[in-house]
């Protein structure tokens, strides 16, 4: 089922929560609602759901105006950060609950019910725990079972609120990756709250990134990682060197060190700031015929495939931090307090055009 929403406002006193936001959500896919803490995700999903109202706006559930309806009309399956699950019942008499407290005239038989809870219970690999209770669980074996609580009652769209948040990183790495499979079986159009961009960017067929009850971009994970519409876009997904200075014609100069910015050739002195991410930098020895930042290695961490080098820059003690393969830092043979050069691979400059 598609799912659109139209210039959605909603205001908690003072507070701005959602400033005139419109969306699609495509049928059977699995969108992420990304951003940081405060910036409307939850309360978007809220108002989808029908658990909030919106003080202006609408939204569609396959084309027709479900703004009124209540949450049991829209068929919303909801999965929360902490389960929410009934702990006096077991494993199986929470998967039926939403079976048996269907109304009589939809309502399927025992006989019924058992197939159904059993099939869930196989799908989300709980079947061998049918009888043991919520707090027997691990936290990871809870959150499939919230999940197919959820999935019991057939719904047309199934909302998660940071499902994985309260999970450690392992079990949330393994959940997520079992998610995406389960979608892909099921394809029930999805949407999931995460402040997670690794998450976002492993699971979701498209990523909206929030930033202060706005939408900032939209698009597939490769679009907005390797695209980022706008500074916050680009900060918030992964780690980013910053280089503050002057746009002139197709060229940041950056205290002296001038770095192309051919995006920028009508631009005439105009303050700007350059983005690279880690990967995106050169590193190489200090010579004094080299182009690039002048730099000294403060830390260098080399376990696993990749170096992680931090660098303090020579002209203004700016922490640049890059990262190179673990074989091109042993054939440099790099040392802790030398000097180096480093050079952007990939530069991208965002310019304050009211300056």
Not at 150 to 169: K, M, N, Q, S
Not at 217 to 230: D, F, K, L, M
Not at 258 to 265: I, N, W, Y
């Amino acid at each position: 089922m598609a799912i659109e929403v139209r210039n959605i406002n909603k205001r908690f006193g003072n507070f701005v929560a959602l400033d005139d936001v419109s969306l699609n959500f495509p049928a059977g896919e699995l969108t992420a609602l990304l951003g940081p803490s405060g910036c409307g995700k939850t309360t978007l999903l809220r108002i989808i759901a029908g658990l909030e109202q919106p003080d202006a706006g609408q939204v569609f559930l396959d084309g027709e105006d479900a703004s009124s309806h209540h949450v049991r009309e829209r068929q919303v399956g909801f999965v929360f950060q902490h389960y929410a699950l009934f702990k006096h019942m077991t494993v199986f008499e929470n998967i039926a609950f939403g079976l048996r407290v269907k109304p009589r005239n939809v309502r399927p038989n025992e006989t019924q019910i058992k197939e159904k809870v059993m099939q869930l219970l196989q799908l989300v690999q709980l079947d061998w725990l049918a009888d043991r209770y919520p707090p027997q669980l691990s936290g990871g074996q809870r959150q499939r079972l919230a999940l197919a609580r959820a999935l019991a009652v057939e719904p047309r769209v199934l909302l998660l609120d940071e499902p994985f948040g309260a999970l450690d990183a392992k079990v949330r790495k393994e959940l997520r990756r079992w998610l995406r499979r389960l979608h892909d079986e099921l394809h029930v159009t999805s949407i999931f709250v995460t402040h997670d961009q690794e998450e976002a960017l492993e699971v979701a067929d498209q990523i909206v990134l929030m930033n202060k009850g706005r939408v900032e971009q939209i698009g597939t994970p490769e679009e907005v990682y390797n695209h980022p519409a706008s500074p916050f876009v680009y900060g918030f997904l992964g780690h980013v060197n910053l280089f503050h200075g002057r746009v002139h014609e197709g060229v940041l100069d950056t205290g002296g060190v001038a770095l192309d910015a051919p995006d920028h050739l009508q631009v005439q002195d105009t303050k700007g700031v350059g983005f690279v991410r880690p990967h995106e930098l050169e590193v190489a020895r200090y010579t004094s015929d080299a182009e690039g930042i002048v730099a000294r290695l403060r830390r260098a961490h080399a376990i696993g495939p990749l170096a992680q080098l931090e660098l303090e820059r020579a002209d203004n003690q700016q922490v640049i931090e890059a990262v190179i393969s673990t074989e091109r830092y042993a054939q440099l043979g790099l040392k802790e307090g030398e000097t180096l050069v480093v050079r952007p691979r990939r530069l991208r400059v965002f310019v304050d055009e009211g300056v």
